[in-house]
């Protein structure tokens, strides 16, 4: 049987300094400190291409984390996920000097508005022929709700509520204000555009209103690809019945395993294929020509690495300030509201290292986090490091990989130069795009739109179900005089 072929992003962050791996922004050969000008971009943009990589995806977040020490003065003092920019700015240029590479953009329900975020999305997706996705988010901290002019963050299970009307506003924007034949733009009559096949969206619910048409016309794609990434079960939910491609936080295969498993199950309870979903876990690979060179690339990252802007970030993700904690003793949680959950990352922290009897230290944990964090970072060749991958594909059922980088651009020069010919080679990686020149969509799931079976695909043109006289409905939804 022929193996699965599988699909590698990049995964950014449109900020000046550190990452995914803090400290190596300092390094004479590290170009991370130039990520406030678009050469950086434009050259990772034609190094993913020049790779066959399907996406570069950029993580995205307002303000920033202020839990370590009470402030966000560890971290900016480090370099490390602060000079923060605004991602979607960038994806034009990218596109221009690229034919293949999508660009997935991480955008939030909690702060944005649907008909703004469906114009965005929409004048997006034009612009790059179909080569965009959507990750969608709710954020979760206290100082971006702040930021945003709220008094706190909407609680957990309410944001994913939030997220799933939002949802219906951006499909009915995307999918039922044009009709497929509303366009005509025909330069002998002089005939642009049918009004009588562009309804207006009127939209009445518990957090959203909206009256109006889509200001966009129908974009290749019409709706974005849609990534998500919450493993919360209420994130789950939302996944299974929106989501296409799923980007995991999983330290090793076993949780990768069960979380796939687990959302392939609930995506076919709600009717749709479950092999439509697609799961990319993050890793970060430090690869060599030999092993001896795959050993001294790591040892010049532990070098770099900054612990304090490492335990920075682990309290960002987790709540807890671990500045008070001694670096070099036993990390004792006792007491705090999240120890229990602080300490099964750590027992699978511990399980991906096969180390059972060190204790955990906040150095050991910093340090962890410094290089590569909750994810996985295989050192060895490239036969080395396709070896784990082709454990994670056969042992987890994943559809593909979004790679963190250590150190840029050389880390993901190595993917480009030396894992991907070997991924070729076995036959887990294309030699070309499946659709040269095609939609990101066409290039992940090998069609232009939504699936028939996906619940976005409910509310497209044509797809209302007569009720009353005059009316209509889509979803379930009252539709008075053609619109709803």
Not at 121 to 132: E, K
Not at 402 to 424: F, H, K, M, R, Y
Request: glycine share 8%.
């Amino acid at each position: 049987m022929a193996p699965k072929q599988i699909r590698l992003s990049f995964l950014e962050l449109a900020n000046t300094g550190g990452y995914m791996a803090s400290g190596q922004w300092k390094r004479p050969d590290d170009t991370s400190t130039t990520k406030d000008r678009l050469k950086y971009y434009l050259d990772l943009a034609r190094l993913a291409d020049r790779g066959k990589i399907s996406a570069i995806f950029f993580a995205d977040w307002f303000a920033g984390f202020e839990v370590y020490g009470g402030s966000m003065n560890a971290i900016l003092r480090r370099g490390h996920q602060v000079a923060h920019m605004d991602p979607l700015l960038l994806i034009s240029a990218m596109a221009a000097v690229t034919e293949n590479v999508a660009f997935a953009v991480t955008q939030s329900t909690t702060f944005s508005k649907p008909y703004a975020l469906a114009r965005q999305f929409s004048t997006l997706d034009h612009i790059t022929d179909g080569r965009c996705a959507w990750n969608v988010v709710t954020s979760h901290t206290e100082s971006s709700a702040k930021a945003m002019g709220m008094d706190s963050m909407t609680p957990h299970d309410e944001r994913y509520l939030v997220a799933d009307e939002f949802m219906d506003v951006a499909y009915k924007l995307w999918e039922s204000s044009w009709a497929p034949d509303s366009i005509h733009l025909d330069k002998t009559t002089g005939f642009a555009f049918d009004g009588d096949k562009i309804r207006k969206i009127e939209h009445k619910g518990r957090y959203f209103q909206l009256s109006g048409r889509s200001q966009v016309h129908p974009s290749p794609q019409r709706t974005p690809v849609l990534f998500q990434a919450g493993t919360s079960k209420a994130g789950m939910a939302f996944a299974a019945k929106h989501a296409e491609g799923i980007f995991l936080n999983t330290v090793n295969v076993s949780q990768a395993a069960k979380t796939v498993s687990d959302m392939r199950a609930a995506a076919a309870a709600n009717g749709r294929d479950p092999q439509s979903l697609k799961f990319f876990p993050c890793i970060m690979p430090i690869i060599g020509r030999t092993q001896e060179e795959a050993q001294a690339k790591y040892q010049v990252a532990v070098d770099n690495a900054d612990v304090v802007a490492g335990l920075a970030q682990f309290s960002g993700y987790t709540g807890i300030d671990l500045e008070p904690y001694p670096l070099d003793e036993p990390l004792d949680l006792t007491g705090q509201s999240t120890a229990h959950a602080i300490q099964a990352v750590l027992k699978a922290l511990t399980a991906s290292e096969q180390e059972n009897d060190a204790p955990w230290t906040p150095r050991r944990l910093g340090m962890r986090m410094a290089l590569g964090g909750l994810h996985p970072c295989p050192v060895g060749t490239a036969e080395e490091v396709a070896d784990v991958f082709q454990q994670w594909v056969d042992e987890a059922d994943v559809d593909g990989f979004n790679i963190g980088s250590v150190t840029n651009p050389g880390s993901w020069e190595d993917v480009v130069d030396l894992l991907v010919p070997v991924l070729q080679r076995r036959g887990m990686m294309w030699l070309d795009y499946a659709v040269p020149g095609g939609t990101f969509r066409e290039n992940l799931l090998g069609h232009k739109e939504l699936s028939p079976d996906h619940y976005g695909s409910s509310f497209k043109w044509g797809r209302e179900v007569p009720c009353l006289a005059g009316d209509v409905k889509v979803n379930g939804e009252k539709m008075v005089n053609g619109t709803h």
